[in-house]
């Protein structure tokens, strides 16, 4: 089968210095990226050889830092920029959403805007017409319709260009980050409607950096990174490394000798902690829903025929949130008196929100802990779609993610209706 | 199939009559916008040439005796002061479309040469209510049109021809360099002055003068206009001269535009 979009090598370049309009843009757009001035009158490379095929049917995010180049290589294949080198091929009608809500003009009305940026958005008339009523209605606006667009409250101007943009009907869709804007409302009827288009069978490509969308709208993801592919596979896969990358590498594992935590009294027994996500036992960042472990190494002068650790997971404000040892949950028994070794703790199904969960370690035997310490390392917890729906509680209903079932009774039959309990 | 493309070429026509609906709803978005809470609205169109024909027909006509052998001299003004206002306004909002309309390059495909042409609907809106008001001008003062009237539309569309042209052409200078807004304003003021046919009758020119002023294409189209407007003898020489130069502009300003129109969105 033909590939609906086949990306060759495309190379872009800005030329810098040479913007005599308006040096500002140019040097807000380089700050982004590259250190001020490092190389006046120069060419910025914002894509490096960037290649990928896309079968028809296929939902692609794309994901990377900002200035990683996503919205260039969208402009590229949108047309609205030429590649320097390099090509690119695409099959069949292509619409392209890099903004919401283009071309509007405040002093038209309703009306007009839809026929306006439905003409600018690539829609004939005829199909504008057509689809008007259903624009209208998916936007919610009917009543004002016939208004001056400069009327409406900002929510009612983003509905009503983001209908017009849903009801466009191409082949390939390429969108970038129009879920970044709106409130979430919006952004939930946004997700919905990609959710459709990506269901329909339709090619998108696909640019944001809300993880959990992508996660769960596109079957493969591409990460760009400083304008090349870095990694191009499943979206879970891709996502969660970028998640982990973006969460910081490396700094799980803490030296515990010499840990500015331990409480005055403790005999130094910890003497390393590695926090890491189970499933591949080197990322520090765990998905959620995925189970974190905590691996403790001690040493000591004296066996130890039953080391206990205690963990306690605790908010960003340093409240405890749950805290576990292996008195209180089974534990195999250990091989015997240990002078030194390591305990190793698996939180499974981890019902925590993305953010950064410090933890106290308390470490000891059977009747006393001798060792503790405060703080000693981080737990990053980063986002996934743990309810398959692409959406995730608000940031800001507590440090918890628990999952529920629902059910709606009605306090007696609904009146008029037939299909009551 | 996007590729790197070098060099110059004809503007692609046949995309462009694909366009053609968003060419017609960006030129009704113009005038509308135009008249939108205006007081005086449609009337502004009539405002601009009735003023300067006031303002000329007193100064250079009264005062300065221009008009003393023309007869009707106010509405020799009026007539080509529609035409002129045509021209010099269709170049200066052409010229400035394609930065004002920067979202829309930055952040849509469609081809570049929609937005200049767009504007020439205002322009010719415009001109269509000018040119009512000057047919009834031209019945008070008891002049009536014959039969080159029928020569009008040609006119207009060498006008707009030559007007889009020079517009287009420097939209896309004033993207890569916006001094040329500049050279604008007061380029299309000090035009008004270099087109005699504004506001001295042919025979106040020098043999000479008559030979070489139509290269500037203002100067035979305005007299055209008049002429063909007002039943006077066309001089066909003055009008297929400028009618020529305004067509080499215009294919001059549409290759240089498309030359440098896939630059537009790295440099605006
Ligand atoms: N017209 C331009 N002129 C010069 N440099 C540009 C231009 N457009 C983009 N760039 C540069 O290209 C790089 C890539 O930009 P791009 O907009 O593609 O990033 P992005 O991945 O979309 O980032 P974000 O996540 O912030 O949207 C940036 O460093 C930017 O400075
Ligand atoms: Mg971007």
Redesign the interface.
């Known amino acids: 089968m033909h590939p609906a979009i086949r990306v060759q090598n495309v190379t872009k370049s800005f030329r810098l210095g040479t913007n005599s309009g308006r040096p500002n843009l140019t040097e807000r757009l380089l700050g982004l990226v590259r250190k001020p001035r490092a190389n006046p009158d120069n060419e910025f490379w914002a894509l490096k050889g960037v290649s990928f095929d896309v079968t028809p049917g296929e939902v692609v995010g794309v994901v990377g830092r900002n200035g990683a180049g996503k919205s260039t290589l969208l402009k590229v294949l949108s047309r609205i920029v030429e590649p320097t080198a390099g090509r690119a091929e695409l099959r069949g009608r292509v619409g392209s959403l890099l903004e919401v809500g283009t071309g509007f003009h405040p002093e038209l009305t309703g009306r007009e805007n839809v026929f306006l940026n439905g003409s600018v958005l690539g829609m004939s008339r005829r199909e504008i017409a057509k689809n008007f009523d259903a624009i209208v209605a998916f936007a919610g606006v009917e009543r004002f319709i016939d208004t001056p667009v400069k009327r409406y409250s900002s929510g009612m101007y983003v509905r009503l260009a983001f209908a017009v943009a849903a009801h466009l009907n191409p082949e390939i869709m390429i969108v970038d980050e129009v879920l970044a804007v709106g409130d979430a409302e919006f952004q939930n009827k946004c997700l919905g409607k990609m959710r459709e288009v990506a269901r329909g069978g339709r090619t998108v490509l696909f640019v944001s950096h809300n993880m959990t969308a992508v996660q769960s709208l596109c079957s493969r993801c591409v990460w760009l990174k400083d304008g090349t592919v870095h990694a191009d596979g499943p979206a879970r896969e891709v996502a969660e490394a970028y998640n982990r990358a973006a969460a910081g590498g490396g700094g799980a594992e803490v030296r515990l000798d010499a840990h500015p935590g331990r409480t005055l009294g403790s005999v130094r027994a910890m003497t390393r902690v590695r926090v890491c996500d189970d499933a591949d036992g080197t990322s520090p960042a765990v998905p959620m829903g995925g189970t974190a472990r905590v691996e403790v190494e001690f040493e000591l002068d004296r066996p130890l025929a039953d080391a206990t650790l205690g963990v306690v997971v605790k908010d960003a404000y340093y409240s405890p949130i749950f805290g576990i040892n292996n008195k209180v949950t089974p534990c195999p028994p250990q091989p015997g008196p240990l002078t030194a070794g390591t305990v190793v703790c698996r939180l499974p199904r981890l019902p925590l929100m993305p953010g950064v969960y410090p933890l106290d370690l308390y470490f000891g035997d059977r009747l006393n802990d001798f060792d503790t310490v405060h703080n000693a390392a981080d737990l990053t917890v980063v986002a996934a779609d743990v309810f398959g729906t692409g959406r995730l509680p608000p940031p800001n209903a507590g440090p918890v993610c628990w999952p529920a079932t629902w059910e709606i009774r009605a306090a007696r039959a609904p009146e008029g209706t037939t299909d009551g309990p | 199939?996007?590729?790197?493309?070098p060099g110059w070429a004809l503007p692609d026509f046949r995309e462009l009559w694909r366009y053609r609906?968003?060419l017609?709803?960006?030129a009704?978005?113009d005038i509308?916008?135009r008249y939108?809470?205006t007081v005086l609205g449609v009337g502004w169109a009539l405002a601009q040439p009735l003023a300067t024909m006031a303002v000329f027909a007193l100064f250079l006509g009264r005062v300065g005796g221009v008009g003393k052998d023309v007869p009707n001299y106010p509405l020799f003004v009026y007539a080509g002061m529609v035409a002129w206002t045509f021209f010099g306004n269709t170049i200066g909002t052409a010229a400035l479309s394609v930065v004002s309309n920067e979202?829309?390059?930055?952040?849509?495909?469609?081809p570049r040469l929609v937005i200049p042409l767009a504007t020439a609907g205002v322009g010719l809106f415009d001109l269509v209510l000018a040119t009512a008001l000057l047919g009834g001008l031209a019945a008070w003062w008891g002049v009536l049109p014959s039969w080159s009237l029928l020569l009008l539309p040609l006119v207009a569309l060498a006008l707009t021809l030559a007007a889009a042209g020079i517009g287009v052409l420097l939209s896309a200078l004033i993207?890569?360099?916006?001094d040329f807004k500049y050279v604008l304003t007061f380029g299309v003021q000090l035009w008004m002055f270099a087109t005699p046919s504004l506001y001295l009758p042919p025979e106040a020119l020098s043999e000479t003068a008559r030979l070489w002023l139509p290269l500037n294409p203002a100067h035979g189209l305005v007299a055209a206009f008049r002429q063909s407007a007002l039943g006077e003898a066309v001089d066909w020489y003055a009008f297929g001269v400028s009618a020529a130069t305004g067509a080499a502009l215009a294919l001059f300003g549409m290759l240089y535009f498309r030359r440098v129109e896939?630059?537009f969105?790295?440099?605006?």
């Open positions: 199939m996007i590729e790197p493309r609906e968003l017609y709803f960006l009704l978005r509308k916008v939108a809470q979202r829309l390059v930055t952040k849509i495909y469609f993207v890569a360099q916006r896939r630059t969105a790295d440099t605006i």
